[in-house]
């Protein structure tokens, strides 16, 4: 995925949030937090705004890996800057998955 990727920017071509969806999903499999966070900083660069699906991702990816600071900070930036997970309902799912992440690995 990712030597596609280099060679998409290569040839100028523009990725979308769909694609970095795909290497989100990438990194999940394989567990792979620090290139994950360094694909969201490139996307929010480019002004590709994620959506809810997106930062779901990066949270299950904070939970998998253990590390809450981040989640937090994520989840935080989830609602100031791109209004997810702001109605009642996804508040309260959203912050149940970052309090049930018990510091770990990263």
Known sequence: CEDLFNEMKQQKLKPTLHTFSLLLEGYFKVGELIKAFDR???MKQLRIVPDAKFCTQLLQLCELRGNKKKAQDLWKEMQEK???GTDPLSRHTFEALVNRIEPGKD
């Open 40 to 42: 969201y900083e490139e």
């Open 82 to 84: 791109y209004k997810i």
